[in-house]
């Protein structure tokens, strides 16, 4: 198997638990996405991805407190693992090196 | 406690259902807390449709699925339920081309049941959406008339008086705008020298704000402001002018002149209000046209006028009702004797309520009608189920070795039932596509049915309705497959291998009930349509008092009927002539207040009004008396003839014809002396009660003529009558009509009625037959050992035949033995008490229906088990 790959949507889903630092759980995240990029998104989704990044060890969880908006439901606690930030890094550092090598400014081709 | 801003509990259990336990309660704390996000940011309708939507996403693949008893032991269940649900498909596409016979039965019986419910769907879907087009149609309310005089029934008009729009307009607070409406404007529409006929509405200026009628040309405000306004339709103004930029041009009716000051986009068909053209209601205001039903603006003149009220937005019906109520208890004090109530009907009830008297536009079926529809679809489509569910347990045993085959090898009970459910649903979808082009055909065929059903139905297809479809085909698979996948899913995996002949009569029982109510069903249509047809033939024919025979009768339109009688008279095979203000026994009503001795007894009468020659002309037979005599137009009329009721209604004479001669009767104010007495007659049509009636005379009471006619080569008489008209009237083609074939028209609805359950008997019929075959051609098959081993000891054929076929017939008789008295109650009990003079039922027709059916049913049983008598025993035993 070798190197892992995220997909798209995996990545904006670790990058958006990364960020939250501590208040990731699942319709937080939802609500994040939705209004960074504006496009819908459905909580399954979210939750699928939550629960394949686990898997794959790049996120770890814990069953947080109770809050009363909830109707006193708990929440499941998303955070980056130190393997989720290497993983993100790598990305990060390919993107990177990527745009390093795109002529500035930026113009579409003028064949 | 109920808290609003719960979102709907079951997709709660769906979720609990769907994941695993340790993730249940977050996911669902998730849900819930969206859930409250989104009702504040978009609603709450809007909030359960995303709530909704993001619950059932779940049922997407999920990385971990949920623990049960099947996963774990074979874990492998949950990762391939598509891949199984694949199979199942490719399953069932092979068993359904295997069997042809068995997949031609079900599709067949299917697909025609299900386009008689496509076509009930598309027809319920435009009736719901009836007056859907108009923008404030949550705001509109009717006034409708409650109408009681002491001692006799209430009666129920969708009219109302003009005094109670103008009293509701001035002092009934909560209403927002009123719009007046007049029935009857109608006239030949002059313009230059072509003359067209036009009928329409008088309309108050409100009109167009509170309907959703939108003005091409006009302003909706003023158009209908000043009298003699006009506003036509895009039609109308292309019919009249040929064009639609007609705006400030004249039309004359009669001598008045009449300015178009608005166009209109034509009249949606699903609109309860119908009309040509539109007249400022100021116009009728000022002529105050006297109907006899008293002043113009009077409390009791509530046959004309129709009042639409608009209320405001968030207003409230009741306190508006409350007002009425008011107003009405202090109008009624001035009256006596009579009680008139206002009451609010909201738009859509207009449409799906009740049916009232005065109907200002085409009236729609009601509530009840419709669940009629809905009843008899239904059967028909469940009929198409039970052959489904026959044949599948029929042949339960080729199938159930398949069934333990997969038992074995690990299938669940449940998978057993979805697999054999998602046979029937494939088998109800392919139908689905050949129900939809027989629907297709079938909407041309009733939407010519009647010539009303092409004005009120549109039966447009769209996206929502073709997703009705899918569901319907959807639910009709799984009614169909639903006892077929419990037998199957129930069936001992062991037991199939242990002992080849599994119980396979297991469910005898239950087929045979479900093919006696197919029978019973079939059997109580095909009788009905029968005596439908005979009551209707029999109201064709009914002695109605009075001969209709070789009349023809002639709308006058307006022409002298002098004249025309003349013109008549040189006809050499015309008769006589007499001319009459309306032709009795068609359901066409005039009526008025009489009064005998006492002042305050006063009842309403049915009045028609005729020359001496109409009571000879159609043969009425006189108790006492004698007919009007000839009389100058200058004498003023004294003299009446009554009927029966007239004297039982009010004790004339001691109620003999003879001694109620001479007495004087006030007829509408008017003093009046009875001359004759006839025997009781239909004036009304034959649901009716014969109610008191009495002819009043005048030599030219307008309306029609009514030629007698002695020839036999009508198309000739037909052609000089048309002749002698049109030295007469130019402009008008001649309105004739056979008095029969009239009758015959008044009563079309029971003719329309009779042909649609004339139509399913017959699907009915059909699909309970190919459903039999389906068993007798599989009974046989599965006894050919038996009957051959019958043969070889001995067995005639007859004895053979007879051995097969007597479990069917009984199963028939016992059908014909719950459906003959079903009707038979039904016909007696309900429909024929409608009919207040009727024919009563006859034992033959009855009994034709069942003949009919069981001949059927015997031409195919003995079809099949003739065949299999015949087989010789050597080709089937010779391998054994």
């Given at each position: 198997m070798g190197k892992l790959y995220l997909g798209e949507f995996e990545e904006l889903v670790l990058l958006t638990v990364a960020h939250l630092q501590?208040?990731?759980?699942g319709a937080a995240i939802m609500q994040d996405i939705q209004q960074r990029t504006g496009r819908m998104v459905i909580l399954s989704a979210v939750h699928v991805v939550l629960y394949r990044l686990e898997e794959k060890g790049l996120v770890t969880s814990v069953v947080g407190g109770v809050t009363a908006e909830r109707g006193g439901r708990r929440k499941r606690i998303f955070t980056i693992s130190a393997y989720g930030i290497t993983i993100l890094s790598e990305i990060r550092q390919v993107r990177e090196e990527l745009w390093q090598l795109i002529p500035k400014p930026l113009r579409p081709s003028t064949l | 406690m109920k808290n609003t801003n719960q979102p709907p509990f079951w997709l709660d259990r769906f979720l609990q259902w769907r994941l695993p336990d340790d993730q249940f309660e977050e996911v669902q704390g998730d849900m819930h807390e969206l859930y409250s996000q989104w009702v504040k940011d978009v609603g709450k309708r809007k909030a359960s449709w995303l709530y909704l939507l993001n619950t059932l996403?779940?049922?997407?693949?999920?990385?971990k699925g949920k623990e049960n008893h099947y996963s774990t032991h074979r874990p492998y269940l949950q990762a391939n339920f598509l891949d199984m649900l694949f199979n199942y498909l490719i399953i069932a596409l092979r068993n359904l081309t295997r069997q042809k016979a068995f997949s031609f039965i079900n599709i067949f019986g299917l697909a025609i049941s299900m386009s008689v419910g496509l076509l009930i769907i598309t027809m319920i879907s435009d009736t719901f959406s009836?007056?859907?087009?108009?923008?404030?149609k949550d705001r509109i309310y009717r006034v409708i008339t409650t109408d009681q005089f002491a001692g006799q029934p209430e009666m129920h008009l969708a009219s109302s008086s003009v005094k109670a729009g103008k009293q509701i307009k001035e002092?009934?607070?909560?209403?927002e705008l009123v719009a007046l409406l007049r029935r009857g404007f109608g006239g030949e529409a002059i313009i230059k020298d072509t003359r067209i006929s036009l009928s329409g509405l008088w309309a108050s200026e409100s009109f167009f704000e509170v309907f959703?009628?939108?003005?091409?040309?006009?302003d909706p405000v003023t158009?209908?402001?000043?009298?003699?306004s006009l506003v036509l339709t895009e039609k109308t103004a292309k019919k009249l002018?040929?064009?639609?930029?007609?705006?400030g041009q004249q039309i004359q009716f009669d001598t008045l002149i009449y300015i178009v000051t608005g166009v209109m986009k034509d009249v949606p068909k699903l609109s309860h209000l119908q009309f040509e053209a539109l007249v400022s209601f100021a116009t009728v205001e000022l002529q105050k046209?006297?109907?006899?039903?008293?002043?113009?603006?009077?409390?009791?003149?509530?046959?004309?006028n129709y009042a639409y009220l608009l209320l405001p937005p968030n207003g409230n019906p009741e306190a508006v009702q409350a007002n009425l109520n008011q107003l009405s208890a202090a109008q009624n004090?001035?009256?006596?004797?009579r009680k008139i109530t206002l009451s609010l009907q909201s738009l859509k009830e207009i449409s799906s309520g009740e049916s009232l008297v005065n109907p200002i536009g085409p009236t729609y079926f009601n509530n009840a009608a419709r669940w009629v529809l809905v009843g008899l679809a239904l059967i028909v489509m469940l009929s198409a189920c039970f052959n489904y569910t026959n044949l599948s347990i029929a042949r339960a045993l080729r199938r159930s070795k398949e069934v333990g085959i997969r038992k074995m090898i690990g299938a669940a009970k449940s998978q057993v039932l979805v697999q054999f459910i998602t046979e029937a649903i494939v088998i109800a979808l392919v139908a689905l596509v050949f129900s939809f082009l027989l629907f297709l055909l079938l909407r041309i065929q009733f939407l010519s049915l009647a010539a009303q059903a092409a004005d009120l139905f549109k039966l447009e297809l769209s996206t929502r309705l073709i997703g009705y479809f899918v569901a319907l085909a959807i639910l009709v698979g799984i009614t169909a497959g639903i006892l077929p996948a419990l037998f199957f899913s129930r069936i001992n995996a062991i037991q199939v291998f242990k002992n080849a002949?599994?119980?396979?009569?297991?469910?005898v029982a239950l087929r045979k009930i479900l093919i006696v109510v197919q029978y019973t069903f079939s059997l109580i249509f095909i009788t009905t349509t029968i005596i439908g047809y005979n009551q209707y033939r029999s109201f064709l024919a009914y002695?109605?008092?009075?001969s209709t025979e070789n009349i023809l009768n002639i709308r006058?339109?307006?022409?002298s009927s002098k004249l025309l009688k003349n013109e008549l008279a040189?006809?050499?095979?015309?008769q006589n002539v007499s001319t009459s203000l309306l032709v009795s026994s068609l359901g066409n009503l005039y009526g008025g207040s009489m009064k005998y001795?006492?002042?305050?007894d006063s009842a309403n009468v049915w009045i028609n009004i005729v020359d001496e020659q109409y009571l000879p002309l159609h043969q009425h037979t006189f108790l006492a008396g004698k007919n009007f005599s000839a009389k100058a137009n200058a004498i003023s009329e004294d003299e009446v003839i009554v009927n029966e009721q007239v004297l039982n209604r009010f004790n004339i004479g001691k109620r003999v014809p003879e001694q109620a001669l001479g007495e004087a009767l006030t007829v509408k104010g008017k003093k009046l002396t009875i001359i004759g007495v006839v025997k009781d007659?239909?004036?009304?049509?034959?649901?009716?009660n014969i109610e008191p009636t009495i002819l009043r005379y005048s030599n030219e009471p307008g309306g029609y003529l009514n030629v007698k006619i002695l020839s036999s080569d009508l198309p000739a008489t037909m052609e000089s009558i048309e002749a002698a008209c049109s030295n007469i009237d130019q402009v008008h083609p001649l309105e004739a009509n056979f008095y029969d074939d009239q009758i015959e028209q008044a009563y079309s609805q029971y003719s329309v009625m009779i042909k649609i359950i004339g139509f399913l008997a017959f699907l009915a019929i059909s699909i309970a037959s190919v459903g039999l075959f389906g068993m007798v051609v599989y009974s046989t098959e599965t006894r050919l050992k038996e009957l051959s081993i019958r043969k070889v000891l001995g067995a005639s054929e007859f004895s053979l035949i007879y051995h097969l076929s007597k479990g069917f017939f009984i199963l028939l008789l016992i059908a014909a033995f719950i459906a003959l008295p079903l009707t038979y109650l039904f016909f007696n009990q309900?429909?024929?008490?409608?009919?207040?003079y009727h024919q009563p039922i006859g034992i033959g027709e009855l009994f034709s229906g069942v003949g009919v059916v069981m001949l059927l049913a015997i031409s195919m049983i003995g079809s099949q088990t003739l065949k299999a008598a015949q087989n010789n025993p050597v080709n089937v035993l010779r391998n054994e």
């Open positions: 501590g208040e990731a759980y | 996403t779940f049922l997407r693949p999920l990385p009836l007056d859907d087009f108009h923008q404030k002092t009934v607070a909560g209403v959703t009628f939108p003005l091409l040309q006009g158009a209908l402001k000043e009298p003699y002018f040929g064009r639609v930029d007609v705006l046209p006297d109907t006899g039903d008293g002043d113009f603006f009077a409390w009791e003149n509530i046959f004309m004090a001035r009256i006596t004797n002949s599994l119980k396979l009569f297991y469910h002695d109605l008092g009075f006058l339109q307006g022409n040189q006809v050499p095979t015309v001795k006492d002042p305050v007659f239909h004036y009304g049509t034959l649901d009716k309900v429909i024929l008490r409608e009919f207040v």
